[in-house]
């Protein structure tokens, strides 16, 4: 309800902490086997999220499962996308241990 609000109030790009918290709820539906809700959360943000990196991982999150050969470049994309995720994560512990 939270983020229907700050997307409501805000025009075309999220902010930065909205951007984030919207590909963490996508992250968590999927955790939590509530694929059915990626579909809706795709439509009311695809477009918001104007930090290159956080939007290809929520098309990634939040895009049309894999159904054939078609679809192997995107994975590539994908997994390239996700190859490189430990390495950023790492950097925000180290930058949190430092505050």
Do not use: C, K, W
Not at 3 to 18: D, N, Q, R
Not at 54 to 82: H, N, S, W
């Amino acid at each position: 309800a939270h983020l229907a609000e700050v997307a409501a109030a805000a025009e075309g790009a999220l902010p930065a902490e909205a951007q984030r918290s919207i590909l963490r709820l996508a992250a968590l539906h999927i955790l939590g086997g509530q694929d059915a809700a990626l579909p809706g959360l795709r439509a009311a943000y695809a477009g918001r999220l104007d930090a290159p990196a956080l939007q290809a991982a929520f098309d990634a999150l939040t895009m049309d499962p894999v159904r054939g050969l078609a679809d192997l470049p995107r994975v590539a994309r994908e997994l390239q996308l996700f190859r490189g995720l430990p390495q950023r994560l790492a950097r925000l512990d180290t930058a949190r241990a430092v505050d």
